[in-house]
């Protein structure tokens, strides 16, 4: 396995600490967190898994927030590189990439479903699934949360990014607290 999609990486235990490193990530309170759905390889959480329904009631669809800004910024370069068109385009002309397409939506959908139900949202998943790409932060936090192979154009944009967390951590944390990755063994280069 990859340093990146090394399941012993995707620790869901949510601390203090990782509410404190998503907060510095978004440079704001994160809303309706549930747990952490992946990590980086710097320990730091990347992607989190968000309630359907925030505290305000506020229905939210996105059940997979990607919170690293290098790796934001990253998928902002592809997005503006015109990536997003040209998927959208290999799903109208490649039907095997279409109906992994959907199949990834309907995994979006039932892994939203065990956090509740929110009827304002039923059906509707999140960058533009089922029939095209409208954001690919979306697809690349669903694949990194779900693992290789659940959501092909997620792990495209996965495989296009490089390594965001070559130079390190993000956001700097308090450092007295516990990331979670020395005591699992996890080798992180810095």
Do not use: N
């Not at 690293?68 to 990536?83: I, K």
């Not at 959908?109 to 960058?127: D, F, K, Q, T, Y």
């Not at 693992?147 to 990014?161: H, M, R, S």
Request: proline share 7%.
């Amino acid at each position: 396995m990859s340093a990146l999609t090394d399941h012993d990486l995707t620790d869901h235990d949510l601390t203090d600490h990782d509410l404190a490193a998503v907060e510095a990530q978004l440079g704001r309170v994160p809303r309706g967190v549930v747990e952490i759905a992946h990590r980086c390889p710097c320990g730091l959480p990347d992607v989190v898994r968000t309630a359907p329904r925030l505290d305000d009631g506020t229905p939210f669809p996105t059940s997979y927030y990607l919170t690293c800004p290098r790796a934001a910024s990253a998928v902002g370069t592809l997005e503006a590189s015109g990536l997003m068109r040209r998927m959208t385009q290999r799903l109208s002309e490649d039907e095997d990439l279409a109906a992994a397409h959907r199949r990834a939506h309907q995994d979006y959908l039932a892994r939203r479903a065990e956090l509740g139900e929110v009827p304002e949202i039923a059906g509707v998943s999140a960058g533009g699934m089922p029939d095209r790409v409208k954001c690919l932060h979306v697809l690349l936090a669903h694949a990194l949360a779900a693992g290789p192979g659940v959501t092909p154009l997620g792990d495209e944009t996965l495989a296009a990014l490089g390594a965001w967390w070559s130079d390190g951590p993000c956001v700097e944390v308090d450092p007295g607290l516990d990331l979670g990755v020395a005591d699992r063994g996890v080798e992180v280069d810095r």
